[in-house]
């Protein structure tokens, strides 16, 4: 009788433990779309080391690099399913459910790096991410892709008029494509995959990304010069899908958020210092790289309002008034 209730009572404690918080795992997927030593995959590797040691191995998270399981949109399609945790793509993927969101796709808007982190880490930011849970998505903080630059095979680009007739690759968003035809280009939709060949058989002349793209692409292989003409600022964002957020406790879903935003520092150092490493590495494989003059990167600023005006009614005019004020 006493063997039988010290048993009784040892699975009973057992069951006890297993059921607790420090045997409760959380196992996730982390879908990625650059390369595991990008800046976007860097992130993510930090991000994932500081949920695992705040959680004390209790959330578990696997990444998945290099586009494994499918493109940005199809990841965050996913996200809003269930069927994947998280994912990090650039905000531009967001404006199709959220307008708002093309704010931060305004060409020349942000002069540098610090006039981005003031507007997207202040409340701008905030409201943004606001409106993401009525989407089935949860934003976690901002990340760094950079600043857009222009290569093409033809000439540098020194002046808003060396973008006359080139055909420049675009994506899908409009705003974009308006960008590239306000600056005197023919936008030609191209998704990432399809980008070096077409650069190489001459179909398009050109594109614009950051450094670090540029160079994981190996884009300096197919394109003759790199202006640094910092065009547009692209920014990452953390994402979680709600219906995985909603079954997590409060602790839980802080140390996530914690995460994001303490990797968040160390994901822009490694941002900064790929674009830079990244011109030297193209400098170096032959490519003939030029600043753009503050002068002309103020009338090449003046020749997108029209763009600009075209899309405040989608924004909004009072967070458009706010990005401004925040940037004063």
């Not at 959330?59 to 399609?77: E, R």
């Not at 001459?202 to 003759?224: H, S």
């Not at 899908?241 to 303490?262: N, V």
């Not at 822009?268 to 210092?273: G, I, K, L």
Request: charged share 20%; aromatic share 8%; glycine share 8%.
């Amino acid at each position: 009788m006493k063997m039988k209730i010290r048993t009784t009572l040892l699975v009973g404690l057992l069951a006890a433990t297993l059921s607790g918080s420090a045997w409760a795992a959380v196992t996730a997927k982390f879908a990625v779309t650059l390369p595991e030593k990008s800046h976007q995959g860097q992130g993510v590797a930090k991000f994932v080391e500081l949920v695992k040691a705040k959680s004390q191995g209790e959330i578990d998270i696997k990444p998945y690099y290099s586009g494994a399981l499918g493109n940005d949109v199809q990841v965050t399609s996913a996200l809003q399913g269930g069927t994947i945790e998280f994912t990090v793509p650039q905000t531009t993927t967001l404006t199709g459910m959220v307008k708002a969101y093309e704010i931060l796709d305004f060409p020349f808007l942000f002069k540098n790096s610090a006039q981005a982190e003031k507007v997207l880490d202040g409340p701008v930011g905030q409201k943004l991410l606001e409106t993401l849970p009525a989407h089935g998505l949860v934003g976690l903080a901002y990340w760094e892709n950079g600043f857009f630059n222009a290569t093409n095979s033809k000439h540098p680009i020194a002046k808003v008029e060396d973008f006359q007739g080139l055909k420049f690759r675009s994506i899908q968003a409009k705003i974009t494509q308006e960008t590239i035809k306000a600056l005197g280009a023919n936008p030609v939709p191209l998704a990432v995959p399809e980008l070096y060949t077409a650069l190489e058989t001459r179909t398009i002349d050109g594109q614009g990304t950051p450094n670090a793209v540029i160079a994981a692409l190996k884009l300096y292989e197919v394109q003759k010069y790199l202006s640094i003409t910092r065009h547009s600022y692209g920014a990452f964002i953390p994402l979680v899908s709600k219906a995985f957020w909603d079954k997590l406790t409060p602790d839980q879903q802080k140390i996530l958020t914690d995460s994001a935003i303490e990797a968040r520092t160390y994901q822009r150092e490694v941002a900064r210092a790929q674009a830079q490493s990244a011109k030297d590495t193209m400098a170096k494989h032959g490519m003939d790289i030029n600043e753009v003059s503050d002068a002309e990167h103020g009338r090449m600023r003046e020749r997108v309002q029209p763009v600009w005006q075209m899309f405040i009614p989608s924004v909004g005019q009072d967070l458009f008034d706010q990005v401004q004020a925040e940037l004063k």
